[in-house]
């Protein structure tokens, strides 16, 4: 991608050295998440002191956010060797005790209601994509493919939970370095390990040290 691509909706994954994206980097950094006791944690801690993978989670109990989450946690052990924090952040607790044991390695924060982080990822709306997911299943489009390729791997789930406001990934290094990579998922299933894993491992391998 180049460089100087604007994000838009059209182009949901790429590097971000945009005004956009220094914009999207402050609102970022204003964020605030909890833990599963109610602790409120800085958003702007996350990326220190060595940068941070955060994967926003539309539904835990899904499949094929199940499938994403053990793709990302395989990711776990090089990004702990560089002190690369894996965070994942769910709009609900439901689920979170099966998600943690199964299917994610990286910690784990809350945006209850999905109120300020999932809009942020779509910048400023919330993103959602129901009708086009039901239609895209019944007919054999992307979403009965992307089931059909999570089926065949014997990943289970269930329907509990809200699963219509869809998420993504940042890869955010520390400083000023801020948001430098964004996979804004467009339909259920939209997995950034399958779709674009080498622009993925390119911005991590990007992130800077805090001594560089």
């Not at 801690?45 to 835990?60: C, D, E, Q, S």
């Not at 946690?73 to 609900?92: N, V």
């Not at 339909?187 to 622009?199: I, L």
Request: proline share 4%; hydrophobic share 40%.
């Amino acid at each position: 991608f180049s460089l100087t691509t604007l994000i838009s909706d059209e182009v949901p994954c790429m590097w971000a050295t945009t005004r956009a994206m220094a914009h999207k980097t402050a609102s970022f950094q204003a964020l605030k998440a909890t833990t599963l006791d109610g602790k409120v944690i800085d958003a702007s801690t996350f990326p220190n002191p060595a940068g941070a993978v955060v994967f926003l989670i539309r539904r835990m109990g899904c499949p094929l956010c199940r499938e994403e989450a053990l793709s990302l946690s395989g990711l776990k052990p090089k990004l702990d060797a560089r002190g690369i924090r894996l965070i994942g952040i769910a709009g609900e607790h439901l689920g979170h005790e099966e998600f943690r044991k199964d299917f994610w390695k990286g910690e784990l924060y809350f945006d209850l209601g999905k109120k300020t982080w999932y809009p942020l990822m779509g910048d400023g709306k919330t993103p959602t994509n129901t009708f086009m997911g039901i239609f895209s299943y019944l007919c054999g489009g992307t979403v009965a493919k992307n089931l059909r390729r999570v089926n065949s791997k014997g990943i289970q789930g269930n329907l509990a939970g809200e699963g219509t406001i869809l998420g993504g990934v940042w890869v955010v290094g520390p400083g000023s370095q801020g948001i430098i990579f964004e996979h804004r998922e467009k339909s259920w299933g939209d997995n950034v390990c399958v779709s674009n894993m080498e622009d993925l491992e390119k911005a991590i391998n990007s992130i800077k040290s805090p001594t560089m």
